[in-house]
């Protein structure tokens, strides 16, 4: 699904994205946030990672055998060949590339562990909602699991760690906020029900930002794991730099 273009000019990323893993079939890419991760016709201000990359190297070939929302920093995967991309292809229909999120959010949660077992869909337009694309827990959605896990905690938030076993729209950002626990920066499941429609009237104004804590989403790619030539590969992506020092930043429960 293609978001509608911003009436404003985007924030401008103040990273480019780096190799983190090398593999003669493949890359593994720190994809920062801001960054699409491949060009959008209607979004050509906004920088992505394929372009950046087959410029970098000089492989036309690379492509993305998965994708990671602009604001979401943290794992990409890029195939090196057609040959990969085919079985990268196999591996994401068989459902057995594991991928792991960190993801700060507002609360506490009453709980270290947490498999959510919740059907999700449109949530539709009207009442409080006039974001077309929000999904929710919904009795004739799609089914939807994700399994939690509190990695750290401060006065009134909570460092967690998602495991979707399942790949809906939106889940970990839909899931979270249907547990009472939105994520710092989320425009369309944060705490601010108009903060959505005001980035596509405005872009990300200084106001905006203070009122969202972040200027992105704080959802970070953190591991991505897959059966490859007889083994297990595992890559790790640590926090990003910005939500580390927000992370770090934030008062310790007294």
């Known amino acids: 699904m293609t978001l509608p273009v911003s009436r404003a000019p985007l924030l401008p990323p103040t990273e480019k994205p780096r190799v983190v893993v090398e593999h003669p079939d493949f890359y593994v890419i720190h994809k920062p946030a801001l960054w699409l991760t491949h060009p959008v016709r209607a979004r050509v201000d906004v920088p992505d990672v394929l372009t950046f990359m087959r410029a970098e190297t000089g492989e036309s070939n690379l492509a993305p055998p998965h994708r990671l929302d602009r604001e979401t920093s943290g794992a990409q995967l890029l ?17 057995v590339v594991g991928k792991t999120y960190l993801a700060v959010v507002h609360g506490e949660p009453g709980w270290e562990r947490r498999t959510l077992d919740a059907p999700l869909g449109d949530l539709g337009l009207g009442g409080a909602n006039r974001v077309a694309i929000r999904q929710a827990v919904v009795p004739n959605g799609r089914p939807a699991v994700t399994d939690f896990r509190v990695v750290g905690r401060r ?41 959505f429609l005001d980035f596509m009237e405005t872009g990300q104004t200084l106001e905006l930002t203070a009122r969202l804590l972040l200027p992105r989403q704080a959802l970070h790619a953190a591991r991505i794991a897959f059966p490859w030539a007889g083994t297990q ?6 926090l990003a730099a910005d939500l580390q020092t927000f992370w770090d930043g934030l008062p310790q429960r007294a």
């Open 79 to 95: 195939s090196r060949d057609q040959d990969a991309a085919r079985r990268f292809f196999t591996l994401f229909k068989e459902h």
């Open 155 to 195: 006065a009134g938030f909570t460092l967690v760690e998602a495991y979707p076993r399942s790949g809906r729209l939106h889940q970990i950002r839909a899931h979270l906020a249907h547990l009472g626990l939105p994520m710092v920066g989320d425009k369309i499941y944060g705490r601010d029900p108009q903060a």
């Open 233 to 238: 590969f595992v890559a790790e992506v640590p």
